[in-house]
């Protein structure tokens, strides 16, 4: 897609827009899909199709709540998220982590965008559907100043519970894959109860100058931004482990390239943003006495100054030290060969989509896709799609 094409395609709002309804079938006899390519290498199996359309789902729902970002925090100009002017505040809560924070949120965002625009674009010319959610953009935008406050949205950003176990998993010895548990939260606080990691209106902004920060930012809004530099890494992490799993159960050659390459960007993306998120301030907030408060309480310690196990070849999963950013050594196939620095997990045996779009869940960025304890069918059509794409199993 040409790069102009691409920015019309945001600004409609269209984050991917399938040839087929939703609940259409996987395309099962397409000339496309059954030809070897020119190069006479494997040809395009139903289950490489499946791996796309579900990244193709997942990449949208990435799209989704990085705009929702980059609308209030990032970098405003009319290549991603229009020219609305931001949230001064919240931009400004959010340099507290790094000056450069509006920028990275910016290319996060249009990184995604691009994603989901590739993978739509490269399903449909093998003659197989994309995946459209269109019709599940439904949940309320922020009220904020600087949101667009009338777009339909997949995700929640409002009512977050964020797993911070990723912080030590990256520091530790021991591997998910090989079947470690035990890791230590970074800040035990957001993994329970729900937080927001945007303002939900100007109530969550009033009385903080974005001039001088962090003095003239209160701590609510700080703790709200540190919140999204957590959450920013723990989303990247997914994406980080996923595709290396998925890859693992590719046939095509070209299919491999495509997961290899967008899977690298989204290893940078994760390094960049457990970088930032090291930096928040020593503070906590209850989140009482604004519109759409959930009476939650955050606390973030010093994570620039060691604390607990700092010893990265630890078994405990207990390492916080924050300029661990680069993966530690760890157990890899077998302990007996030693340990290595890698991603993970990369088990394809683990159940890489399903737990993705699971832990989705858990984070609470589909809350609101079931009212009144009826489910408009969201969370069932990833379901479905991550279910495909875990069936699927290289062919030789």
Avoid: C
């Avoid at 006479?40 to 289950?47: A, F, K, L, V, Y």
């Avoid at 193709?56 to 970098?75: H, I, K």
């Avoid at 609305?84 to 995604?112: F, K, S, W």
């Amino acid at each position: 897609m040409k790069q102009a094409n691409r920015r019309a395609f945001l600004k409609n709002g269209i984050m991917a827009a399938g040839v087929a309804t939703v609940g259409g079938t996987l395309l099962t006899s397409v000339p496309a899909l059954a030809r070897d390519d020119d190069e006479g290498r494997s040809p395009i199996t139903n289950g490489d199709i499946a791996i796309l359309r579900f990244l193709n789902a997942l990449e949208q729902v990435e799209a989704d709540l990085w705009l929702q970002y980059s609308e209030l925090g990032g970098t405003q100009d009319n290549e991603v998220s229009g020219v609305g002017g931001g949230n001064a505040p919240y931009t400004a809560a959010l340099t507290i982590l790094d000056g450069d924070m509006p920028q990275y949120i910016h290319d996060n965002t249009d990184d995604e965008i691009s994603h989901a625009a590739f993978l739509k674009n490269y399903l449909e010319s093998k003659g197989a559907q994309a995946v459209d959610l269109r019709q599940f953009r439904n949940l309320p935008s922020s009220q904020a100043d600087g949101a667009n406050k009338t777009a339909g949205r997949l995700t929640n950003l409002t009512e977050l519970t964020v797993d911070t176990t990723f912080w030590s998993r990256y520091r530790s010895l021991t591997n998910p894959d090989l079947g470690a548990t035990k890791f230590a939260q970074a800040v035990p606080s957001l993994a329970v109860n729900k937080h927001t990691a945007i303002p939900r209106t100007n109530d969550d902004t009033n009385g903080s100058d974005p001039s001088n920060p962090p003095s003239s930012i209160s701590t609510h809004l700080q703790a709200i931004a540190f919140t999204a530099g957590f959450h920013f890494a723990f989303i990247e992490q997914g994406g980080t482990s996923l595709y290396p799993a998925l890859a693992q159960q590719v046939t095509n050659l070209e299919v491999l390239r495509v997961l290899l390459s967008i899977g690298g960007s989204e290893i940078m993306h994760f390094q960049t943003w457990q970088d930032k998120a090291g930096n928040a301030l020593a503070i906590s907030d209850t989140d009482t006495g604004f519109r759409g408060s959930t009476g939650a309480t955050v606390t973030f310690t010093d994570l620039t100054k060691a604390q607990g196990e700092t010893n990265p070849e630890s078994k405990n999963g207990d390492t916080l030290q924050s300029n661990l950013i680069m993966p530690e050594p760890t157990q890899f196939l077998d302990p007996e060969l030693g340990p290595v620095a890698i991603i993970r997990p990369t088990s394809d045996r683990l159940g890489g989509a399903r737990a993705s779009v699971q832990s989705f869940m858990d984070d609470g960025l589909f809350i609101g896709h079931t009212v009144k304890g009826k489910s408009d069918g969201f969370v069932e059509l990833l379901f479905r799609l991550a279910d495909e794409a875990d069936a699927a199993r290289r062919g030789i």
